[in-house]
């Protein structure tokens, strides 16, 4: 906190109870327990504006879990970075990939107090994870991470996961990411799921005035199409199917056939890519 009491535009913050939290919004949509009034009151606000969202972070989710366990099981990858990581839910990152393979490092990264707190909580016996307060815009303070060096080799390829993040990171912030990139080696992978505009129209309206509300009362938002997903990609190799629809991506892992009158799909994008 600044003297004044505002959030600083950059770096870790404390949990405010008076301001709805991106954190705090997403685990009270998701049927979590750890929000405030305020969040309460912003997600109600933002399902009675876009009434899918609900669906499309349930799809967040589960994209979540199919492609952690496919980098570990099939992939061999056995450590993690989650950007942006939020209030613990279940089958987390560390969850799915520790039921595989138990040695899995997994660090966990977010800028808000209590989603840390509460992380290194449920962590607390987990030798091979941890939470750490950090804003991801600021990835020298990142990588200097005691906490994340002792956990994460870079010698050795890095499962980076960027899921529902990203789109709070701005045009200019963005290029950022190339400093992850470079931290890590040949092999890493960069997994991204990203808020996208909708195609319809009635949903694109509705979509917009919830965006209105969220980027005024919670915090600001940039949607991005699939051209603007792939270039913060750079030249990784996108793993089939290339960046779809977040439910589209290896959708049989999960055990469902995607619906494609299913309109929750066309709100979020979701890609796979190896880094070279
Ligand atoms: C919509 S939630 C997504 C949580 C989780 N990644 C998932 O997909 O289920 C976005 C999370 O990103 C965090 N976040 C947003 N900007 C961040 C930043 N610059 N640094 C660290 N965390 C950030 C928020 O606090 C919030 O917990």
């Given at each position: 906190?600044?003297?004044?009491?505002?959030?600083?535009?950059?770096?870790?913050?404390?949990?405010?109870?008076?301001?709805?939290?991106?954190?705090?919004?997403?685990?009270?949509?998701?049927?979590?327990?750890?929000?405030?009034?305020?969040?309460?009151?912003?997600?109600?606000?933002?399902?009675?504006?876009?009434?899918?969202?609900?669906?499309?972070?349930?799809?967040?989710?589960?994209?979540?879990?199919?492609?952690?366990?496919?980098?570990?099981?099939?992939?061999?990858?056995?450590q993690?970075?989650?950007?942006?990581?939020?209030?613990?839910?279940?089958?987390?990152?560390?969850?799915?990939?520790?039921?595989?393979?138990?040695?899995t490092r997994v660090?966990?990264?977010?800028?808000?107090?209590?989603?840390?707190?509460?992380?290194?909580?449920?962590?607390?016996?987990?030798?091979h994870?941890?939470?750490?307060?950090?804003?991801?815009?600021?990835?020298?303070?990142?990588?200097?991470?005691?906490?994340?060096?002792?956990l994460?080799?870079?010698?050795?390829?890095?499962?980076?996961?960027?899921?529902?993040?990203?789109?709070?990171?701005?045009?200019?912030?963005?290029?950022?990411?190339?400093?992850?990139?470079?931290?890590?080696?040949?092999?890493?992978?960069?997994?991204?799921?990203?808020?996208?505009?909708?195609?319809?129209?009635?949903?694109?309206?509705?979509?917009?005035?919830?965006?209105?509300?969220?980027?005024?009362?919670?915090?600001?938002?940039?949607?991005?199409?699939?051209?603007?997903?792939?270039?913060?990609?750079?030249?990784?190799?996108?793993?089939?199917?290339?960046?779809?629809?977040?439910?589209?991506?290896?959708?049989?892992?999960?055990?469902?056939?995607?619906?494609?009158?299913?309109?929750?799909?066309?709100?979020?994008?979701?890609?796979?890519?190896?880094?070279?």
């Amino acid at each position: 906190m600044t003297l004044s009491g505002e959030q600083p535009a950059y770096g870790p913050r404390e949990s405010d109870p008076s301001k709805p939290s991106p954190a705090r919004v997403y685990d009270y949509i998701l049927g979590g327990s750890h929000y405030y009034p305020v969040d309460e009151a912003a997600g109600n606000r933002m399902v009675r504006a876009l009434p899918l969202v609900p669906a499309l972070m349930r799809y967040n989710r589960e994209f979540l879990q199919r492609v952690v366990h496919l980098l570990t099981g099939e992939y061999g990858i056995r450590q993690f970075i989650d950007f942006g990581s939020g209030l613990p839910t279940e089958d987390n990152v560390h969850e799915v990939a520790q039921a595989i393979a138990p040695e899995t490092r997994v660090v966990y990264i977010d800028y808000e107090r209590g989603a840390v707190d509460l992380g290194r909580e449920i962590l607390a016996d987990n030798p091979h994870a941890t939470s750490i307060h950090a804003d991801i815009r600021q990835p020298e303070h990142v990588l200097a991470d005691p906490d994340l060096r002792g956990l994460i080799d870079f010698d050795k390829p890095v499962g980076l996961l960027m899921f529902a993040v990203l789109h709070f990171i701005s045009d200019e912030e963005l290029p950022m990411i190339e400093r992850y990139r470079r931290a890590v080696c040949p092999g890493s992978y960069l997994v991204i799921s990203h808020g996208t505009t909708a195609q319809t129209a009635r949903v694109a309206a509705q979509q917009n005035l919830a965006k209105k509300d969220y980027d005024q009362r919670t915090e600001r938002t940039w949607m991005r199409n699939k051209d603007q997903i792939a270039a913060i990609f750079g030249d990784a190799e996108i793993l089939h199917p290339g960046i779809v629809h977040i439910p589209d991506w290896r959708p049989t892992d999960s055990g469902y056939t995607p619906d494609p009158d299913d309109e929750a799909r066309q709100l979020g994008l979701a890609g796979v890519g190896r880094l070279v």
